[in-house]
């Protein structure tokens, strides 16, 4: 089992920047592929980003390319997710997840594993 605990969401002006972190509890959190998902009520949860187990293999929505990057440091269980140049369509929850496996997934229904959210609110 994997408890994962997010932080650092906040208010922040469109082109500003804001890095989120997710803790994870257990031993084996090197295990697990890691990703970001978005939801903003009415809608459904969306993909953000995700990551292999080593770190050494990401990638991204459409939407957040070359403006978000995810890493993790398995030494400190832990994901992250820098998100630069944010703009007011960023506003969401956001939601760490894990899942099962070595490489990377973008379909929400592969994550096993969800944190509890952190509201991220760019302002115009």
């Known amino acids: 089992q994997v408890q994962l605990v997010e932080s650092g969401g906040g208010l922040v002006q469109a082109g500003g920047s804001l890095r989120l972190s997710c803790a994870a509890s257990?031993?084996?959190?090197?295990?697990?592929?890691m990703g970001w998902f978005r939801q903003v009520p009415g809608k459904e949860r969306e993909f953000v980003a995700a990551i292999n187990w080593s770190g050494g293999s990401t990638t991204y929505a459409d939407s957040v390319k070359g403006r978000f990057t995810i890493s993790r440091d398995n030494a400190k269980n832990s994901v992250y997710l820098q998100m630069n140049n944010l703009k007011p369509e960023d506003t969401a929850v956001y939601y760490c997840?894990?899942?099962?496996?070595?490489?990377?997934?973008?379909?929400?229904?592969?994550?096993?594993?969800w944190g509890q959210g952190t509201q991220v609110t760019v302002s115009s």
């Open positions: 997840a894990a899942a099962s496996g070595s490489y990377y997934y973008t379909a929400s229904k592969t994550y096993d594993y």
């Open positions: 257990g031993r084996t959190f090197s295990s697990y592929a």
